[in-house]
């Protein structure tokens, strides 16, 4: 089993930062990507970005070139970095971590952060 603790989140104005963390323990040698979903009220939840063990990215066509994501093998811990905030990013913000070579669907997530609230304001 692998337990991600998210940390970060909360509330900011639109064209704003924030910074979220995810710290993973337990059977962690399984995992391979790690990243960050998320699901707003009456959506499905989706990707926002993945960093696999050797730091190859991926990210949702909404926040390219806006987020960026980082991984510290060493804390296993992945950051997402969230610039331009807009209020179409509002969301619940997931951390997943998938023991597959690819995660960008949500499907293929394995285990799954405690998930954080994040608002943007208009």
């Known amino acids: 089993q692998v337990q991600l603790v998210q940390s970060g989140g909360g509330l900011v104005q639109a064209g704003g930062s924030l910074r979220l963390s995810c710290a993973a323990s337990?059977?962690?040698?399984?995992?391979?990507?790690m990243g960050w979903y998320r699901q707003a009220p009456g959506k499905q939840r989706e990707l926002v970005a993945t960093?696999?063990?050797?730091?190859?990215?991926n990210f949702g066509d909404s926040v390219k070139g806006r987020f960026t994501i980082s991984r510290d093998n060493a804390k296993n811990t992945v950051y997402l970095q969230m610039s331009s905030l807009e209020p179409e990013d509002t969301a619940v913000y997931y951390c997943?971590?998938?023991?597959?070579?690819?995660?960008?669907?949500?499907?293929?997530?394995?285990?799954w952060g405690q998930g954080t609230q994040v608002t943007v304001s208009s």
């Open positions: 997943g971590a998938s023991r597959l070579v690819m995660a960008t669907a949500p499907s293929r997530v394995n285990f």
């Open positions: 337990g059977s962690i040698y399984s995992i391979n990507v």
């Open positions: 960093i696999t063990k050797g730091g190859t990215t």
